[in-house]
């Protein structure tokens, strides 16, 4: 009954998404969607600390759960779909994720700034040792002009890499930017090409499809863009738009549309959205993970969230500096003290 | 005054910027660059300035050259420094351990270093670690720590090959350092490479959790402080960036890493605290020797 599916979709919102509610997923909600994303026959979930295996720290936020736990609640639950987790090499260690393989995980996605791929090799090759897929995900791609950007995603396929990601981390490309880098690397890789974005200029979705367009064939989703920033581009809508475009997902539109509803909404505390902090973050190209660290750091020091993501921007300051928005915040207070003084 | 002579073994960028640290010391006389590159920069610099070298390896140093050092630096790798080690044990010379081989024990200057200063094999942990233990330890010492977690952020043209390829290493022996030196009961170590240009220079973060209840705030500011000054006397760079932050049982320590600029770059704050942190190791060792004399 299964034809083969056109595309291959990866559902981040147990991971991305656990930026959006400061790391505090339950054994029981981790359940119940992971449950109900393999009945709508999703193929990926993934599940980990926001941040990538051992990504529970004071500079990141700490973990609710233990996320092996997570992950064993979310194996457990899947019988058709494959539980992936995320490594971050430099916070994440190759001992992690032996333990994730060993509780079921089967596809390990190594994530590096977008030109600094040749940390993750040993991370690569062990996850090929454990038998799992690897995917190399290529963070802040709008970092780095086309021709790094496939360089280094040319070393993850040497590495192994079953899977090489373009990965939109601030939410801050354009299609035609996206239509650049996909087409680039669909010339010059062999392996698989996927695209994660994120939907601080509401140019997820957008982005998406010309990524497809461009030959890219796994893509990320979080179900109600339960993602960090403005989150990633919506799993049930984009499984809509794939399905009036003639692209097979195999994912079930309906029990995706309640999954939505009656389990992931309760999950968040507002609705997603575009708001002030997440645009600017788009704007300026600036990590989405950042978001409610500027906001508290703002708070803290009493000054516009805004100014401190435009500085960091300019800064470029890359994925996990969390420690970065202190700093920031507290000279930008500083200044704002001699100004009005 | 009397000097105690010194070689170093690897003669690469942290090889050539200790001989250039060295020319600074009262206490230590290098004699001779120990490589296998005979075409190597640092070699050339060597010969300039009227070092002996050795490009043969240590084996082929040892066998005729033995008094022409007491202790050596070992700036090469964690697979060479495994054989060394166990050449310069045999002709009973100290060595301090600049690779991740951690074969001895751990040795932060400001921290323990008193407590090794016969051993004859001294491991300098990693970059992160001597820029973050002593913050450590200083708060340790006047309110016990259940947790520290360091990040340590460089400048991805100061990380080499080798660092790259083996990124755990640095995580596992900087957690590992952080407990065993700094006192944490628990410790984590995160390391981030930032591609920016102009390099920036390394920042390092610390985040000490203390027991619950022990939190004197005034002691630690004040622990911190002499300890900026501490690690200043020998790392000029090493700075905080701002105010420790205090907030319930946590402090957040902040801290910068200028480089001496030698042969490193300024930005390459995270090697020039390994080479400053060795030769201000290797020095105290020669004073214990040259006061053994006396």
Do not use: W
């Amino acid at each position: 009954m299964t034809k083969s599916r056109d595309i291959t979709i990866t559902e981040v919102a147990l991971r991305d998404g656990s930026h959006a509610i400061g790391h505090q997923y339950t054994l029981e909600q981790v359940t119940a969607v992971s449950k109900a994303l393999d009945e709508a026959n999703v193929p990926y979930i993934e599940v980990s600390h926001g941040d990538g295996l051992g990504g529970s720290s004071q500079q990141f936020g700490t973990s609710l759960t233990d996320e092996m736990k997570l992950i064993e609640a979310a194996v457990s639950v899947s019988k058709q779909a494959k539980v992936a987790v995320l490594l971050l090499p430099g916070v994440g260690t190759m001992k992690d994720l032996r333990q994730a393989a060993d509780i079921g995980a089967k596809m390990a996605r190594v994530a590096t700034h977008v030109t600094e791929a040749d940390v993750s090799p040993q991370h690569i090759n062990l996850a090929k040792e454990l038998g799992m897929e690897t995917v190399g995900f290529l963070m802040m791609s709008h970092m780095a002009p086309v021709a790094k950007l496939v360089e280094q995603a040319k070393l993850m396929e040497s590495y192994g890499a079953d899977t090489v990601y373009v990965v939109d981390s601030a939410g801050a490309l354009l299609p035609y930017e996206v239509r650049e880098r996909i087409r680039a690397m669909r010339q010059e890789l062999t392996v698989n090409i996927g695209f994660h974005g994120h939907n601080n200029l509401s140019l997820a979705m957008a982005n998406t499809l010309v990524a497809i367009e461009e030959g890219a064939t796994r893509i990320d989703g979080s179900i109600r863009c339960l993602g960090a920033g403005a989150g990633n581009t919506q799993t049930e809508v984009l499984i809509a738009v794939l399905e009036r475009m003639g692209l097979n997902t195999g994912v079930d539109l309906y029990k995706m549309m309640d999954l939505a509803e009656n389990i992931v909404a309760p999950i968040l505390k507002k609705p997603q959205e575009i708001a002030k902090d997440s645009l600017v973050m788009g704007y300026a190209g600036v990590y989405s993970s950042f978001l409610l660290h500027a906001q508290r750091a703002a708070k803290q020091f009493d000054i516009d969230s805004r100014d401190i993501l435009i500085e960091l921007g300019k800064r470029k300051v890359v994925g996990g500096q969390e420690d970065m928005i202190i700093d920031v915040a507290s000279e930008i207070a500083k200044r704002q003290k001699i100004v009005n003084a | 005054m009397e000097k105690v002579k010194v070689a170093i073994i690897g003669t690469g960028n942290i090889g050539t910027d200790l001989m250039l640290k060295l020319e600074r010391s009262e206490t230590l006389q290098l004699t001779a660059l120990i490589g296998i590159d005979p075409d190597s920069d640092g070699v050339k610099r060597a010969k300039e300035r009227g070092y002996k070298t050795f490009t043969d390896g240590l084996e082929d140093f040892l066998k005729m050259n033995e008094s022409l050092a007491e202790i050596f630096f070992d700036a090469t790798s964690a697979k060479a420094h495994v054989r060394h080690a166990k050449l310069l044990k045999a002709e009973g010379k100290q060595v301090l351990d600049l690779t991740p081989a951690a074969r001895g024990p751990f040795v932060v200057p400001t921290v323990n270093l008193g407590e090794h200063l016969d051993a004859e094999n001294i491991n300098l942990i990693t970059c992160g670690g001597q820029a973050t233990i002593p913050m450590v330890h200083a708060v340790n010492r006047v309110c016990s720590v259940d947790y520290a977690e360091i990040v340590a952020t460089i400048s991805s043209k100061s990380a080499g090959p080798g660092t790259r390829a083996n990124i755990d290493e640095f995580t596992q022996t900087t957690s590992l350092g952080i407990e065993k030196v700094g006192g944490a009961k628990k410790g984590k170590a995160i390391i981030i490479l930032n591609p920016a240009e102009p390099p920036i220079l390394m920042r390092d973060t610390v985040y000490a959790l203390v027991e619950e209840g022990a939190m004197d705030e005034d002691k630690v500011r004040e622990s911190i402080k002499e300890m900026e000054a501490s690690v200043q006397s020998y790392v000029p760079g090493y700075h905080l960036r701002t105010e420790p932050i205090i907030e319930g049982n946590r402090v957040t320590v902040f801290i910068e890493v200028e480089g001496a600029g030698d042969y490193l770059p300024k930005y390459s704050g995270n090697l020039d605290i390994m080479t400053a942190a060795a030769v201000k190791v290797a020095e105290e060792f020669a004073k214990k020797k040259l006061n053994g004399h006396q």
